[in-house]
């Protein structure tokens, strides 16, 4: 069964940092291009970050340019989001994700919320 | 504010036929077929039903459709069921730093 896992989240102060992982289970990861995606309470989706199967592309949303960084580990079947100088606004729902050719958003995990609180 | 356009809220009775629309620009849903849709019941993931503007993966009803004519994309449900109740979204591909670009989703209700 193709399955996306995350972990990581929870509560963090403001300004603070976290890292949100993502274990990807019954296909060859290392194929495939994978993204993060968030949505905040009652919100819409939102596109954060892609990165490619070997990790030589990334692109990031202007909203977490310069404070996020995605990573991958293709030897643990592994996704990462690196999240720094965090902001109430970045208080949503994680979820990753993976390409299958022209589905971009094909697979998602069941996310994993961030809260951004003091 | 999302880059796609979608009407917050759309309806129909069991049995009829829903359209949903998803505008963009040229840089986007004008600029190539990576157009796709989600629908997301709540407290659920999201989950694909149409990609690449008119192709269902397997497992999704025929009686999901899409379509796109110039920057503006469309989802169809024909045959409303109870269970086609929920949120749906609208995504393409933008490039560089608007590589996934998503419609604000639209609430189908039927009545």
């Known amino acids: 069964e193709v399955r996306l896992l995350e972990s990581g989240g929870g509560l963090v102060q403001p300004g603070g940092s976290l890292r949100l992982s993502c274990t990807a289970s019954g296909f060859n990861f290392r194929n495939f291009d994978m993204n993060w995606v968030r949505q905040a309470p009652g919100k819409g989706l939102e596109w954060v970050s892609v990165i490619s199967n070997t990790g030589a592309i990334i692109h990031y949303s202007d909203s977490v340019e310069g404070r996020f960084t995605i990573s991958r580990d293709n030897s643990k079947d592994t996704l990462y989001l690196q999240m720094h100088s965090l902001r109430a606004e970045d208080t949503a729902v994680y979820y990753c994700t993976k390409r299958e050719g022209s589905s971009l958003f094909d697979m998602w995990g069941q996310g994993t919320m961030v809260t951004v609180s003091s | 504010q999302s880059a796609l356009t979608q009407p917050p809220s759309a309806s129909g009775s069991p049995g009829q036929s829903v359209t949903i629309s998803c505008t963009g620009t040229?840089?986007?849903?004008?600029?190539?077929?990576?157009v796709s849709w989600y629908q997301q019941h709540p407290g659920k993931a999201p989950k694909v039903m149409i990609y690449?503007?008119?192709k269902r993966p397997s497992g999704v009803p025929e009686r999901f459709s899409g379509s796109k004519s110039g920057n503006t994309a469309s989802l169809t449900v024909s045959g409303l069921q109870a269970e086609d109740e929920a949120d749906y979204y609208c995504?393409?591909?933008?490039?560089?730093?608007?590589?996934?670009?998503f419609g604000g989703g639209t609430k189908l209700t039927v009545l």
């Open positions: 040229s840089s986007d849903i004008g600029a190539n077929n990576y």
């Open positions: 690449e503007v008119s």
């Open positions: 995504s393409s591909y933008g490039g560089g730093n608007n590589w996934g670009v």
